[in-house]
Structures are given as C-alpha cells and as structure tokens.
C-alpha cells in the first residue's frame, strides 16, 4: 500500500472515516509493532480530520502513559478513573464530552481543548491504550465519531 492516503476533498466525516478504515486497516496489517500502528492512526486522524490533537495513552501499571500523538505538547501520565481519559479507561467505554469546562475532573493540557473524545483500545476484556481526541470547538463529537474509532482501534 502507498503511504499517502487518499481522501476525496469536501467529504463529510462519515465519508472520510469509511474512507479512511480501509487504509488503515492495510498500512497496519502485519505490523506487529502497536506503538508504530498508533503513531500512523494518530497521524492519519490528524491529517484527514484535523482536530486539535491525536494520541494515544497507554496503560503501563497503574496509569496511562503518553504515547504516540500528533498535536502540540501534552500530559505526559494520567491517573486510573481521572479526567476523560483515566475514566475511560476505568469504565472501559468510549467518553464524548462537548464542553470539557463542564467535564468534572477534565485534566487541561492545553487551554485550546474544548471538547473531547476518548475511546479505549480493548484487549481480551481489558483496557490497554485509549486514543484522545480533542477538538477547539464545542460538540466536536457524534456517535459517528464514536463508531469509527471503535472501528480503529480495533486494528490494534
């Protein structure tokens, strides 16, 4: 596969996600390195989508750990069952917030983020990564968003 993805111009997010998958799904088929697969995901979200920022934290011990992003500087670790993502991780769900000032416990690492997406990465019944992603607008995030990257992480 080339590693320049391919989307059509003025597509809807729907439209960019289905046409997105796809290539994930083969840049990331056979690559055994999930760290490598995260950093090409994030990218791949962040160009076509252009949020704010794109990562993944991964779960080493008892907190997640910054992992591959794309975006400017962030948090480095984060407690179990703390902001969006330790409760994520916690309640191993998928968390949309539309406004993080209302979002108790959200951990600003940027004064941009406005809203915001977590989705935990699941392995046999256990949480190990979620991917983050933040938005500088308000209500960023729909069930489209939600299905998608679901639909993502499960490359993982």
Known sequence: MSE???ITEGATREEIYKSLFPQL????E??????ANMA??????KEYIDFFWVGFYRVVGDKLLLGPFQGPVAC?????GKGVCGSAWKEKKTII???VDEFPGHIACSSKSRSEIVVPVIKNN???AVLDIDSDELNSFSDIDAYWLQKINSLL
């Open 40 to 45: 090409n995901i994030a990218a791949a979200i």
């Open 97 to 99: 917030v539309p406004n």
């Open 4 to 6: 320049e993805l391919i």
């Open 30 to 35: 056979g690559e055994q390195d999930q760290i």
């Open 76 to 80: 480095t670790t984060i407690a179990f």
């Open 126 to 128: 256990k949480v190990i």
């Open 25 to 28: 799904k083969a840049l990331t």
